[in-house]
């Protein structure tokens, strides 16, 4: 069992290109999210999605979609990459009812968009 | 939406020492509150939570309080060893069903000097 993988384990960007993070959990977890993390700045929520089929915006969500066709897979997409989304992403999964349930992280992607 | 503060930034302590990390938050509805340690290069882990129905929880040498009314909460970190040495961050949650939104603090880098 891998718990919950990310790729790819690091990325450098020209800005203006698209890019895909990919994130896949074999834990069976309906709710799923991504953060990104700064420097000073902790860790920011992108978007969520409470079960395959569903999304929601988060604290941070412009210049980033997401989608979630199924249970396991939860890809971030930068549409048209900018320096300041230069940044450490995670994301984690959380287990299907109730708050409290732990949020497992993956190992993350860093992104540098130059 | 939810604020958290954390204090402070960066905590030394000698080995052995106990380390106290306390965070704040703005919403009174939030009803969960997770700490996660990430040491460098890792992926943030869950080491301790608490409801807001729970005054006090602990376990072994790590201990959360929350004070609802005053809106804070606190780590505790008692007979502290270099390994205990990394970035911790609270977080704060608003639940629901299907998936919470976790508000992370900035993040309290603590150092154990042996």
């Known amino acids: 069992i891998a718990g919950i993988t990310q790729a790819p384990t690091s990325q450098i960007l020209a800005a203006g290109r698209r890019m895909t993070l990919r994130c896949t959990q074999d834990?069976?977890?309906?709710?799923m999210y991504w953060y990104r993390q700064d420097l000073g700045l902790g860790l920011r929520l992108i978007h969520y999605?409470?079960?395959?089929?569903t999304t929601g915006k988060g604290e941070v969500p412009d210049g980033y979609s997401v989608s979630r066709a199924n249970t396991d897979d939860f890809p971030l997409t930068l549409a048209s990459a900018v320096p300041s989304q230069t940044s450490v992403y995670f994301c984690?999964?959380?287990?299907?009812w109730g708050v409290g349930d732990t949020q497992y992280f993956g190992p993350g992607t860093r992104l540098t968009v130059l | 939406g939810e604020n958290v503060e954390q204090h402070p930034s960066t905590l030394s302590v000698q080995e052995g020492d106990s380390a106290v990390i306390k965070c704040t938050y703005s919403d009174s509805a939030s009803n969960y509150f997770p700490w996660y340690k990430q040491e460098l290069g890792k992926r943030p882990q869950l080491i301790i939570d608490i409801r807001s129905n729970v005054g006090e929880k602990k376990d072994q040498r790590i201990a959360v309080t929350l004070n609802k009314t005053a809106k804070h909460f606190s780590l505790h970190i008692t007979e502290t060893q270099p390994e205990d040495s990394a970035v911790y961050f609270c977080a704060a949650a608003l639940g629901g069903a299907g998936s919470y939104q976790l508000t992370f603090g900035k993040g309290t880098k603590l150092s154990v000097i042996p």
């Open positions: 834990m069976r977890h309906n709710a």
């Open positions: 984690a999964s959380s287990s299907e």
């Open positions: 999605s409470n079960t395959a089929g």
